[in-house]
């Protein structure tokens, strides 16, 4: 069965730095979610990636694809206490017709002041 | 407002005592699905609806049962609860051709 890989674990940053989270697949991508999770709440979409080398942005967070490495990178430019929270990385499964989701375990990003 | 909403938010019961956690939306999605979220495990699909009357297993299926009857509801039903089944619950719902799976606000479930 696939399985997404998400590093780090977790990432405190102070006020202003740029980050970076990673998210690896043990098989091929043929489409990947990035969501942002508040403690306890629901998960917000952020973007979804599908061709390899495709790359977005929203805002001040920028992911990128690349299927090559089964891999995606997201991005946070200048970082603000409000990009705190825990960011997941989702991909499509090869079952269920493409429609199930897969999350990695989850990067939790804290914001210092 | 298109929203995939759950109720209730918070409950915490007794082992055996049987609940359902009930899921609407109103975009007209064919698709559903219902997750749990478990601290160092993740999110992980307990059971997902293609459509009307179509349901079928995900990754952790034991001790859940879904009904598909609206196109809108999804409830999830426990049986049994056992206090393994204490987690945080998540619905989400979409297109048949889309890409974004929209989610609920969540269930924070307690089985003591």
């Known amino acids: 069965s696939q399985e997404l890989e998400q590093s780090p674990q977790s990432l405190i940053v102070q006020e202003g730095k740029n980050l970076t989270i990673n998210c690896t697949s043990s098989?091929?991508?043929?489409?990947l979610y990035w969501y942002k999770q508040k403690y306890g709440e629901g998960l917000i979409f952020l973007m979804m990636l599908q061709k390899g080398g495709e790359e977005k942005s929203h805002e001040k967070i920028t992911a990128k694809l690349d299927e090559k490495k089964q891999q995606s990178s997201l991005h946070i430019t200048a970082s603000q206490p409000s990009h705190a929270g825990i960011y997941l990385c989702?991909?499509?499964?090869?079952?269920?017709?493409?429609?199930?989701?897969?999350f990695g375990k989850g990067t939790t990003l804290s914001v210092s002041s | 407002e298109a929203q995939v909403t759950q109720n209730p938010r918070y409950l915490i019961t007794v082992t055996g005592k049987k609940l359902t956690v009930t899921c609407s939306q109103n975009?007209?999605?064919?698709?559903m699905s219902w997750y749990r979220q478990d601290p160092g495990l993740g999110l992980r699909q307990i059971y997902y609806?293609?459509?009307?009357?179509?349901?079928d297993k995900g990754d952790v299926p034991e001790g859940y049962k879904v009904s598909r009857k609206e196109k809108r509801n999804f409830p999830l039903i426990l049986e049994s609860p056992s206090p393994n089944q204490t987690s945080l619950y998540f619905c989400?719902?979409?297109?048949?051709?889309?890409?974004?799976?929209?989610f609920g606000p969540g269930t924070r479930l307690t089985v003591t």
């Open positions: 098989k091929t991508l043929y489409g």
């Open positions: 609806s293609m459509n009307v009357e179509v349901t």
């Open positions: 975009m007209n999605h064919e698709y």
């Open positions: 989702g991909a499509v499964s090869a079952n269920q017709a493409g429609t199930a989701l897969i």
């Open positions: 989400a719902s979409k297109l048949a051709g889309g890409r974004e799976q929209y």
